[in-house]
């Protein structure tokens, strides 16, 4: 009986995890780097980074799952894309991590949460992003049938993308687009449930650095 037991509270142990010590608190950590945009060779000023506190827990699978606790800093890249960020562990966790909060005016290529690893002393991290520009577009539909219509855009999130709900009529969307490169948006419209169909828009590299117009005529002969 008592070995059924024990075997079950290791089972319970594996299934709930391990948890490592939180770190002690009132350490002072520092973290600072450069955000810069390579691709245009210039800064990227304005942007938020956050660190934040977690608690590593150790899962039955052999894998690691990690318990958000709170944000305890934040600074914001100056003029020239640097920054710097001290803060003071709190006592309760035992990872934490630098972020840079969502921004529609940047392309992260995917760089998201860092460990501070060196807690107690300097960490370096700099990060290369791509600066992005509003472009307002005018969608124009002509007697679309099947509609909604689902938009998307890469650079852009979906969140930001309400669908075309006027068949024949005009609607506003704004999407964040790299100056440099072709952009394609693509309208998609459900047929039945096994069949849809996708319109897909270029847009021209603007080579600008300010908010750009484009406008978009639709008719069913654009849907493939």
């Known amino acids: 009986m008592k070995t059924k037991q024990l075997i079950y509270v290791l089972f319970l142990a594996l299934i709930f995890g391990c948890e490592s010590d939180p770190i002690e608190a009132n350490i002072q950590t520092t973290v600072n780097g450069v955000v810069y945009d390579n691709a245009n060779q210039e800064p990227i000023a304005n942007q938020e980074l956050i660190i934040s506190e977690y608690k590593k827990r150790f899962v039955f699978d052999g894998g690691t799952t990690y318990d958000f606790i709170q944000n305890i800093g934040s600074t914001i890249s100056d003029s020239n894309g640097n920054y710097q960020i001290t803060f003071s562990t709190s006592g309760k966790g035992d990872y934490y991590a630098i972020n840079p909060s969502h921004n529609n005016l940047i392309w992260n290529y995917y760089e998201d949460r860092q460990e501070v690893k060196n807690i107690g002393s300097n960490n370096v991290f700099n990060y290369n992003f791509l600066k992005l ?92």
Not at 138 to 157: G, S, V
Not at 188 to 211: C, E, G, K, M
């Open 133 to 224: 520009y509003p472009c307002i577009l005018t969608i124009n539909t002509n007697n679309i049938q099947n509609i909604p219509l689902i938009i998307r855009h890469f650079l852009t999130l979906n969140s930001e993308l309400n669908n075309i709900t006027e068949y024949n009529g005009t609607e506003v969307r704004t999407i964040y687009i790299d100056k440099n490169s072709n952009q394609e948006i693509k309208f998609t419209r459900i047929i039945n449930s096994n069949t849809s169909q996708t319109a897909t828009i270029v847009i021209p590299a603007t080579n600008l650095n300010q908010q750009t117009n484009f406008e978009i005529n639709l008719s069913d002969s654009d849907f493939q």
